[in-house]
């Protein structure tokens, strides 16, 4: 059985955490709609339940999650985390566009209004497990297992916080109650930034310490392992050096990602970029999400999907993106040599240009898709023209044509969710290594270099984009690594952090947000023009970090200290 398809039997257990501890005796009453908490205590089988079930939180938000509660980000959501950034508007907004707009505020946090709170209630939670862990009746070794993994899931809460809104306040292992002095400055005192990536850090090193290599016997797919702890300690040491940041070194990231190398288990998949996202348990997914019919998630092919074939438009690609991919020879479309030809746009593009996004004339399911105005039955003019995309582009990223577009209820949505994957980790390497070290070095204890690690990546089976040649300066393969990343992580929850934490995001965030329209002419050619497809988008410094909810700032007695600029 795998982790994310367990029945929910132990759903109830969300809420178990939410319970008071009254002591009136005419409230003294056992609740027959939730786990006892002594269960918990005394079931081994129940509290293993209640460990894996930390993976999924509780639902914060309307519209999180489909068929399964939110697990980590906003994964398979309907509109994405890429949606409140340069890659994507959500077509219905959704809470979206006023963090596109800049207006975000500690009163109003859109879409991104629930991590704080779900991030701290998961750290509770950890904590409590971790709490009565000694006094259950597991083998040692097991125990081990289990403490590994509550310090992981802990740890990545931490990450998703220090990420989102910089200093936090960390918890220890302390597990506050109700009838606690809630007003004691220590829960409400954020340490500095670099207290707080040290502390996640040295949970993960932790972590990794007691985690299996491999999900398999007892351990069930789905669940951390040493990998997935050292790939999430690659990926906040990366963040702590750079400039955003800045309070750790990219000597140090190149150490951790080489970490994750040395392993000799993970690899780039050979099966072709888009089947990676379709596919469970491949050699590359190093922490993924695992659903099946009775536990999946958003029905991608119709919430993301053409309006021509009834599909909803969703998750819309900006003309920002497709205008960054480059052509097939490895030039960039603003190269006068690089063959690009703006009445065929779209030809002789990176190939993972394609699998990410539908385009005027791409090939999809039984037709090619149609844009276009006059006539295109996916344009305005087409079906259900409310659910036209506003940008001219369609998402094809993680979508699976085997599955039904239409009346897809039950039948789709099952789709791995990828939280860290090998590709990751080798750009991770590659910008730490280069701005350590340079493009061309293998620093002292490492396997390769970060042009060796970029090619890897560019390599893929079905990409085949060009090597990057040699000698390349530090300034060239900073590029370099930015456009990897770019498109070979679109849409994966890792664009809005990475302007941020790049401190570019004051040029990103505040370039319109561009579509194109597409006119079909009388001798069957196309025209294209630009458009802003969301007005007003604005991006302010402030905005670097998220504004923690005025509801926490209140609930502290005003104790909590808000972030700068809110």
Known sequence: MKLQYRKQLYTAILGVMCMTACKKDFL?????????????????????????????GAKLQDKEGEGTNPGFGRGFEYSMWSSVTDESIYNNDDATWLVQRGQLAPENLGGAGVLWGRSYRSIRECNYALSILPKLPFSAAHKTRIEGELRFIRAFRYHDLIRNYGRVVLMGDKV?????????????????????????VSELTDAATKLPLNNDGSWLLGRATKGAALALKSRLTLYAASPLYNV?????????????????????????????????ETNEAIFERLY????????????????????????????????????????????PTSGY???????????????TVLYNGAPYRERSIEAFIPGGKDSR?????????????????????????????????????????????????????????????????????????????????GVNMPPLAPGLSKSQMQDAVRYERRVELAFEEHRFYDVRRWKIAEVTENKPAGGVIITKNANGSFSYAPKVALDGRAFHPQHYWLPIPRTEIQASNNLLQQNDGY
């Open 28 to 56: 003294n009453v056992q609740p027959t709609d939730r786990i006892a908490t002594s269960a918990i205590e005394t079931d081994t089988s129940i509290f293993e339940a209640y460990v894996t079930n930390r993976y999924i």
């Open 381 to 461: 003019d087409g079906n259900e023209n409310w659910n036209t995309t506003k940008t001219g582009y369609y998402l094809k990223k993680f979508m699976n044509d085997a599955y039904p577009l239409q009346n897809p209820w039950g039948n789709a949505g099952f789709q791995p969710w990828i939280y860290m994957r090998y590709a990751e980790v080798l750009l991770n390497f590659a910008e730490a290594a280069n701005e350590a070290y340079g493009a061309d070095v293998v620093p002292v204890g490492a396997t390769l270099s970060a042009r060796s690690a970029i090619n890897m990546v560019r390599s893929r089976a």
């Open 341 to 355: 030809d703006p009445t065929h746009p779209y030809d002789n593009r990176d190939p993972r240009f394609a699998a």
């Open 176 to 200: 506050v109650n109700l009838q606690d002095n809630l007003q004691d400055p220590a829960l409400f005192t954020r340490a500095t930034l670099k207290e707080s990536i040290d502390y996640a």
């Open 292 to 335: 099946t019919k009775n536990d999946n998630h958003v029905h991608l092919e119709i919430a993301n999907g053409p309006n021509g074939y009834g599909g909803w438009a969703g998750n819309t690609p900006l003309q920002n993106l497709v205008d960054d991919y480059e052509m097939d020879n490895g030039k960039p479309i603003t190269d």
């Open 248 to 280: 750790g070194t990219w000597a140090d990231a190149v150490t951790a990602a080489q970490e994750v190398i040395s392993l000799n288990k993970y690899g780039i998949y050979s099966g072709g970029y888009a089947n990676l996202f379709l596919t469970n």
